[in-house]
């Protein structure tokens, strides 16, 4: 089977979509499938882990790039530039399945045809990471992200989502039929992720050193990052206290000028903020966890969790969010925040922080769900899926 897939960056670019997007392309080339990816975030040609590379980038000075400055139309510019790189490779050489990512709907101009089976993966939609609108070109940006990733998603012969209650909230978000195919298929990490994860012993809490609590992701409301922000400054005034054990949080993916500049002097003591970095350096940020923080209001799947998990690390996350209630709550690899508060989050923290018996517990039972989902299992089912895709289009 020849196979299409459509990502907005890819490694060694470090996001969580370029994660997701290696490990459904090489799974499925483990699977046998011969496997051409289009990313926008490099120009050119290459192969990586039996994976032909295409870049789109758009240039800035190039029509397409033009069309990126106008609010709302300018979405249509990636689309466009897939839309021609995808069909100029399929001309030459037909694909059987053109995959892509729902967020900000990469696809949605390839849709309507039926020489492919056009699939769509479905990550968290655009709407439940924006900030509320607060303009009017926002508004129009935001309806125009939304009205493409309902065209993809109704244009595509069968969808994937990581999680049931995802496909669930997918269904009732794009205002699916449920007529179509819809798979539940887990991502799985990278070998080179768990290797590493397999041989990261626990730190130890040393007298007078912060135990280091960990989070990965961007500063936005989704991922709870006001609430981090709010616990730490809650904690941090607790430790100044004598009360709990000092701490240190650190941001992976976070630059400083993200940072609350209001932020309280108990919370900005202790808050350490260093940006994006690559799988080695993150490695080692895991390695060196005490715990891993995650209060996200909403994942799709969240590979963080499955991350901080595979090193055995504690995690914290949101009990508002189904993946983290399934992967942590569920499990018992973690302790919950009650509500999408700090005040909450400060209180799932503080067991972790005054307890090693608590830490060495849920590390145990981290250790114990670790490894559930792998590229053997995301190569077949994606197949499977595909196999229903074609057969409906």
């Known amino acids: ?9 890819y490694p060694p670019s470090p996001s969580g979509l370029s994660t997701a997007a290696r490990e459904i392309a090489e799974s499925l080339v483990q699977a046998g499938c011969d496997v051409t990816l ?9 192969t990586a882990g039996g994976v032909s590379i295409v870049g789109c980038a758009i240039d800035k000075a190039s029509g397409l790039g033009r069309l990126r400055l106008y609010g709302g139309a300018g979405h249509l510019a990636a689309p466009l530039a897939f839309r021609r790189a995808v069909l100029a490779e399929h001309a030459a050489r ?33 709407a439940f990471s924006r900030d509320p609108a607060t303009s009017a070109r926002d508004r129009i940006d935001g309806w ?46 990278p070998p080179g992720t768990l290797a590493r994860a397999k041989a990261a012993a626990y730190p130890e809490a040393r ?27 809650i904690l941090g005034a607790e430790v100044d ?32 903020a260093l940006g994006r970095m690559q799988e080695e350096a993150l490695a080692v940020e895991y390695a060196g966890a005490h715990a891993v923080l995650a209060p996200s209001r909403y994942e799709s799947f969240g590979l963080v969790y499955q991350e901080g998990i ?19 709550g569920d499990t018992g690899a973690g302790l919950m925040a009650a509500s999408d508060t ?14 090693d018996e608590t830490r060495q517990s849920l590390r145990a039972a981290a250790l114990k769900a670790a490894g559930r989902f792998n590229r053997d299992t995301l190569g077949r089912e994606t197949l499977a899926l595909y196999a229903k895709a074609r057969q409906a289009s």
């Open 1 to 9: 089977m020849r196979t299409a897939l459509l990502a907005w960056d």
């Open 38 to 46: 289009f990313t926008l975030d490099r120009t050119g040609r290459e």
């Open 94 to 126: 037909p694909f059987d399945v053109v995959e892509a990512t729902n967020w900000y709907a990469p696809a949605a101009l390839l849709t309507g045809r039926h020489d492919f089976a056009l699939v769509t993966r479905n990550s968290t939609p655009a």
């Open 144 to 189: 125009a992200a939304d009205r493409l990733e309902i065209r993809q998603a109704k244009g595509s012969a069968g969808l994937i989502s990581n999680t049931g209650e995802h496909a669930r909230r997918i269904t009732a978000e794009y205002g699916l039929t449920g007529l179509q195919p819809h798979a539940v298929v887990g991502l799985s990490l």
């Open 207 to 233: 007298s007078g050193e912060p135990l280091r609590l960990l989070f990965v992701g961007r500063a936005e409301h989704r991922k709870g990052f006001d609430m981090i922000m709010e616990a730490a400054a």
């Open 241 to 272: 206290r004598g009360a709990i054990p000092d701490f240190e949080v650190r941001l992976v993916g976070v630059p400083e000028g993200d940072v609350p500049a209001d932020l309280p002097e108990p919370a900005r003591r202790r808050v350490k």
């Open 310 to 328: 595979a090193y055995g690390r504690p995690m914290v996350a949101n009990a508002l969010d189904a993946s983290g209630r399934e992967f942590v």
């Open 342 to 355: 700090g005040a909450a989050l400060a209180d799932a923290i503080r067991p972790i922080l005054t307890n």
